[in-house]
């Protein structure tokens, strides 16, 4: 009889190989999609369709000189990929894949505080960009981390904001509460607003475009990770990704259905369900990457503090009138 | 068994990849620095002057008010996770703490808070 511990270490560690991997290949396939969409191949050298460009851009990281520059805290310097990779890692303790009806929910671990355990590990993966750009000792690092810091910060609120919205209808924080309230109707529905708030924030919340003004090249020349090089570099490009993972998981999970089929379509299996609605999700990503350009930063915190956070807690205060009086 | 045990677990795993990535470069890659390389990046110029940490005070303020509004979101939880039970009670007392908010919400914005110049 295998112990239970050993149990749940392979898991996890199956686990984060699947997240490893779906970087990977999630990082050749954006590469892919925005060749397409600006009608150019994208990479087709290495191995048959680019299929091994993954492992040759790992390749090349991890040879590469590591270098840091002498003003730069050293300790510190070499700490802050760590806990961007972590943080960003981490959230997959508490994230759920599917349901059956024997094994119960499919996942690591599903504490009932299960939305709070995401909210509060992804916060602290902000310190993992704050401190790589203060330690670097380099100007444009410095700038891009106190941008990038502004911005995650001001866009948490009103992401934490259009959460609850959906916990006032699921009446639950854990997640698979949340995913089986929505056997009839998906949040997307009555949660409109809150969807739409949650996936702009996302976007900001990643640092992705057109919210990429941490890593601005055209002001910031790469931002936070300037000074950075090789497989230091390859952290926070890997901790980018998972948490673009990340993020498409949640919105999944709290307004799209999580696993559950939609029109009933429930001979397919649940997690299929799940790996589909995450991969349209990742797309959307690629694709406002292709299409828009990026804001300017007055507008972007303005936009955050005078529309969004105000919005939210408007959404919120809807959804409680129309629970208070219906539900 | 508590949820957070498998989670504890998980979390260790996580640890041991994040410490693998983070140690490889110091064991694989090369390593030939001379004081070009390990110069600040300024542009290809020399830095011209020292980084002196000074950045706008606009960021701290942001830093504040995020503190303020981050515990009034945080608030938000338990109240509705309730809701179902409290119905009208809740939503009026929620409504008398959104109104408190709101005037320093807006104070802040009448005062510029928001205003990025």
Same mark, same amino acid.
């Given at each position: 009889?295998?112990?239970?511990?050993?149990?749940?270490?392979?898991?996890?560690?199956?686990?984060?190989?699947?997240?490893?991997?779906?970087?990977?290949?999630?990082?050749?396939?954006?590469?892919?999609?925005?060749? &397409?969409?600006?009608?150019?191949?994208?990479?087709?050298?290495?191995?048959?369709?680019?299929?091994?460009?993954?492992?040759?851009?790992?390749?090349?990281?991890?040879?590469?000189?590591?270098?840091?520059?002498?003003?730069?805290?050293?300790?510190?310097?070499?700490?802050?990929?760590?806990?961007?990779? *972590?943080?960003?890692?981490?959230?997959?303790?508490?994230?759920?894949?599917?349901?059956?009806?024997?094994?119960?929910? &499919?996942?690591?671990?599903?504490?009932?505080?299960?939305?709070?355990?995401?909210?509060?590990?992804?916060?602290?993966?902000?310190?993992?960009?704050?401190?790589?750009?203060?330690?670097?000792?380099?100007?444009?690092?410095?700038?891009?981390?106190?941008?990038?810091?502004?911005?995650?910060?001001?866009?948490?609120?009103?992401?934490?904001?259009?959460?609850?919205?959906?916990?006032?209808?699921?009446?639950?924080?854990? *997640?698979?509460?949340?995913?089986?309230?929505?056997?009839?109707?998906?949040?997307?529905?009555?949660?409109?607003?809150?969807?739409?708030?949650?996936?702009?924030?996302?976007?900001?919340?990643?640092?992705?475009?057109?919210?990429?003004?941490?890593?601005?090249?055209?002001?910031?020349?790469?931002?936070?990770?300037?000074?950075?090089?090789?497989?230091?570099?390859?952290?926070?490009?890997?901790?980018?990704?998972?948490?673009?993972?990340?993020?498409?998981?949640?919105?999944?999970?709290?307004?799209?259905?999580?696993?559950?089929?939609?029109?009933?379509?429930?001979?397919?299996?649940?997690?299929? &369900?799940?790996?589909?609605?995450?991969?349209?999700?990742?797309?959307?990503?690629? &694709?406002?990457?292709?299409? *828009?350009?990026?804001?300017?930063?007055?507008?972007?915190?303005?936009?955050?503090?005078?529309?969004?956070?105000?919005?939210?807690?408007?959404?919120?205060?809807?959804?409680?009138?129309?629970?208070?009086?219906?539900? | 068994?508590?949820?957070?045990?498998?989670?504890?677990?998980?979390?260790?795993?996580?640890?041991?990849? +994040?410490?693998?990535?983070?140690?490889?470069?110091?064991?694989?890659?090369?390593?030939?620095?001379?004081?070009?390389?390990?110069?600040?990046?300024?542009?290809?110029?020399?830095?011209?002057? +020292?980084?002196?940490?000074?950045?706008?005070?606009?960021?701290?303020?942001?830093?504040?008010?995020?503190?303020?509004?981050?515990?009034? +979101?945080?608030?938000?939880?338990?109240?509705?996770?309730?809701?179902?039970?409290?119905?009208?009670?809740?939503?009026?007392?929620?409504?008398?703490?959104?109104?408190?908010?709101?005037?320093?919400? +807006?104070?802040?914005?009448?005062?510029?808070?928001?205003?990025?110049?």
């Amino acid at each position: 009889m295998i112990p239970f511990w050993a149990v749940v270490l392979i898991k996890s560690a199956l686990l984060l190989f699947v997240v490893v991997t779906t970087f990977a290949y999630a990082m050749l396939v954006e590469r892919k999609v925005l060749g &397409w969409m600006q009608l150019r191949p994208g990479p087709n050298r290495v191995g048959p369709w680019g299929l091994m460009q993954p492992a040759a851009d790992a390749a090349k990281l991890i040879l590469k000189e590591d270098l840091t520059p002498k003003t730069a805290d050293p300790l510190i310097y070499r700490l802050a990929p760590f806990i961007s990779l *972590l943080t960003a890692f981490s959230v997959y303790a508490v994230i759920p894949f599917g349901a059956s009806a024997d094994q119960g929910t &499919w996942a690591i671990g599903n504490p009932n505080a299960g939305i709070l355990f995401v909210l509060a590990i992804a916060s602290i993966g902000i310190y993992g960009i704050s401190l790589g750009g203060w330690a670097s000792g380099s100007k444009y690092p410095l700038l891009g981390s106190v941008r990038a810091t502004a911005q995650m910060i001001s866009y948490e609120l009103a992401m934490s904001l259009s959460f609850v919205g959906v916990l006032i209808l699921a009446g639950t924080t854990s *997640l698979d509460g949340i995913v089986n309230a929505q056997a009839r109707w998906w949040f997307v529905l009555p949660q409109f607003v809150g969807c739409v708030i949650y996936v702009i924030t996302a976007v900001a919340e990643t640092n992705r475009a057109p919210f990429d003004l941490v890593e601005a090249e055209t002001e910031l020349v790469a931002g936070f990770h300037t000074e950075y090089s090789g497989l230091r570099f390859g952290l926070f490009f890997i901790a980018e990704y998972v948490n673009m993972l990340t993020v498409s998981c949640i919105a999944t999970l709290l307004f799209f259905g999580g696993w559950n089929a939609p029109f009933g379509l429930a001979m397919v299996p649940g997690v299929v &369900w799940f790996v589909l609605k995450v991969a349209c999700f990742m797309f959307f990503y690629m &694709w406002l990457r292709a299409t *828009l350009p990026r804001l300017r930063y007055d507008r972007l915190m303005a936009f955050g503090w005078k529309v969004l956070l105000p919005v939210a807690t408007l959404n919120l205060v809807v959804t409680a009138i129309i629970v208070a009086y219906k539900g | 068994m508590s949820p957070y045990v498998p989670v504890a677990i998980y979390l260790c795993v996580a640890l041991a990849a +994040a410490l693998l990535f983070t140690v490889l470069p110091g064991l694989v890659a090369r390593r030939k620095p001379n004081p070009q390389k390990l110069e600040a990046y300024e542009c290809g110029v020399e830095p011209t002057s +020292a980084v002196s940490g000074r950045f706008p005070v606009r960021f701290y303020l942001i830093a504040m008010l995020f503190v303020i509004f981050d515990v009034e +979101a945080a608030s938000f939880y338990p109240w509705a996770v309730q809701m179902h039970a409290l119905r009208v009670f809740g939503l009026l007392e929620m409504i008398v703490f959104i109104i408190v908010l709101a005037i320093g919400y +807006a104070y802040v914005w009448k005062k510029g808070g928001f205003q990025w110049r």
